[in-house]
Antibody
């Protein structure tokens, strides 16, 4: 059974940093691209960042480029998102999601989300 | 950046009715790289359709996807009570892999 479990969310002051993690199990982690998607309170989904199965190609939304860094440790089946220079606009539930293939694409499994509050 | 526009914003229908949701891309989406997701309150999104037409594993056949150029459609042939939710389209042909703003399907 595929499971994705986010951790690391919480309350942070504006300008601060936070690191989210996503522990994956139930599939061959390195075979699939992974993605972070966020959802501000009462708003729609916003794609944040993706990386390929090997982790050597990364993609970022313009709103986070230069502030957020996505990475993965295929030996530990873990996806991470380092978030710096946070502002109130970054307040959201952050979901990690598994792609259906090695390159970023559609996402067949999602975690339950981690709440990040910048205040 | 490919901008996705979904319409209508809200669709008010009764169980058993047919729902037609639209997603229009601001430019061509490569190789039909368009997915549809369903999200219920307090839950993570669920993949319904990928590649514009293909149903994800376990998705009932009352859900179907189609496309015509830059216009994509999600059709729910007969609404069941559990189908009332918000639906999002997403393109994954070109980074940034944008989502549409969503269509809420509510009970009339």
């Amino acid at each position: 059974e595929v499971q994705l479990l986010e951790s690391g969310g919480g309350l942070v002051q504006p300008g601060g940093s936070l690191r989210l993690s996503c522990a994956a199990s139930g599939f061959t982690f390195s075979d699939y691209a992974m993605t972070w998607v966020r959802q501000a309170p009462g708003k729609g989904l916003e794609w944040v960042s993706s990386l390929t199965g090997s982790g050597d190609t990364t993609y970022y939304a313009g709103s986070v480029k230069g502030r957020f860094t996505i990475s993965r440790d295929n030996s530990k089946n873990t996806l991470s998102l380092q978030m710096n220079s946070l502002s109130a606009d970054d307040t959201a539930v952050y979901y990690c999601a598994k792609a259906k293939q090695w390159l970023p694409g559609n996402h067949d499994y999602w975690g339950q989300g981690a709440l990040v509050t910048v205040s | 950046e490919i901008v996705l526009t979904q319409s209508p914003g809200t669709l008010s229908l009764s169980p058993g009715e047919r729902a037609t949701l639209s997603c229009r891309a601001s430019q061509s989406v490569s190789t039909s790289s368009l997915a549809w997701y369903q999200q219920k309150p307090g839950q993570a999104p669920r993949l319904l359709i990928y590649g514009a037409f293909s149903r994800a594993t376990g998705i009932p056949d009352r859900f179907s996807g189609s496309s015509s150029g830059t216009d994509f459609t999600l059709t729910i042939s007969r609404l069941e009570p559990e189908d009332f939710a918000v639906y999002y389209c997403q393109q994954y042909g070109q980074s940034p892999f944008t989502f549409g703003p969503g269509t809420k399907v509510e009970i009339k």
